[in-house]
């Protein structure tokens, strides 16, 4: 759950595992939420169940996320949080691309 090692050629604050522009879309629903529910989410990103399921597995063997499983009678419901680690890496990523993004509208070259 801490931060993925500084790696050359990589700037300061970018998380390796919000590099996947997937997992990244992901994320900004789930910092945007308490719970969100699977459909919800599945469809905020568009993605299909399978390609969802994949892409939380990941995240919660990182401890990104949280999963909670209910049932309404028969029926399964699934939702998904981030973690408060989660919450805090996606931030620091966002502020690092932001400042790249900067960087150069000012011309300057990037520094990664």
């Not at 599945?42 to 892409?55: G, I, N």
């Not at 401890?63 to 029926?75: L, M």
């Not at 419901?77 to 805090?88: G, H, I, L, M, Q």
């Amino acid at each position: 759950m801490t931060d993925s090692p500084p790696t050359a050629g990589r700037a300061p604050g970018l998380d390796r595992l919000l590099s996947d522009p997937t997992r990244l879309a992901i994320m900004s629903v789930l910092t945007a939420a308490d719970w969100c529910d699977f459909a919800f989410l599945r469809d905020a990103v568009s993605l299909s169940d399978s390609a969802l399921s994949k892409q939380l597995s990941t995240l919660k063997n990182d401890g990104q996320i949280e999963q909670r499983r209910t049932y309404h009678g028969r029926v399964p419901k699934t939702t998904v949080r981030a973690t408060d680690e989660a919450r805090s890496r996606f931030v620091r990523h966002v502020e690092a691309l932001r400042m790249i993004v900067e960087r150069a509208q000012a011309g300057e070259q990037p520094r990664f």
